[in-house]
C-alpha cells in the first residue's frame, strides 16, 4: 500500500504598504488566516518600505477603529506561528524605531530577502 505524505506549503506574503490583518471572516485577509491554522500551510510574512510602520501596534490602533478582531503582527508570530520579517534598511528609513518594535519580529537585511524567498514554495506581494 502506498501512502501519500502531507507536504506543507511553505508560503511567503510579502507587503509594500502598512496592511493589518483581522480575524473577521468577511475580511480577505482573515482567510489569510485561516489557511495558516487550518490548511496545513506555513505562513511567513515579510514586511516592506511602509509597512514596516504598522510593527508597532501604536502606529495601527491610532489608523484603525478599535476590534476584537485585529491582529497585531505580534499575535501572528504567536497564534499561528507565522514568521513575521522586517527590513532592517527599511526601519531606518521609516517613522519607527527598532526598540519599539513589538515582539516576535525578525529583523533581516536586504542581503538576505533573496534566502528568505528561496524557502518559499509560493510568494504573494501585495
Known amino acids: 500500500m502506498h501512502h501519500k505524505t502531507a507536504h506543507t506549503k ?3 506574503i510579502i507587503y509594500n504598504e502598512p496592511t493589518i490583518l483581522t480575524t473577521d471572516s468577511i475580511d480577505p485577509n482573515g482567510l489569510t488566516l485561516l489557511l495558516g491554522l487550518e490548511g496545513g500551510m506555513s505562513l ?4 516592506r518600505k511602509s509597512a514596516v510602520n504598522y510593527l508597532v501596534s501604536s502606529n495601527w490602533k ?12 505580534e499575535w501572528i508570530s504567536d ?12 526601519i531606518e528609513d521609516s517613522i519607527i524605531s527598532e526598540q519599539n ?3 516576535g519580529i525578525t529583523i533581516i537585511t536586504n542581503n538576505e ?14
Open 113 to 126: 530577502v533573496s534566502s528568505l524567498i528561496d524557502k518559499n514554495d509560493v510568494i504573494f506581494v501585495y
Open 44 to 47: 511567513s510574512f515579510l514586511l
Open 101 to 103: 518594535i513589538d515582539k
Open 10 to 12: 511553505n508560503i511567503l
Open 62 to 73: 491610532n489608523d484603525f477603529p478599535e476590534s476584537e478582531y485585529n491582529a497585531s503582527w
Open 79 to 90: 497564534q499561528i506561528n507565522g514568521q513575521v520579517y522586517a527590513i532592517k534598511e527599511d
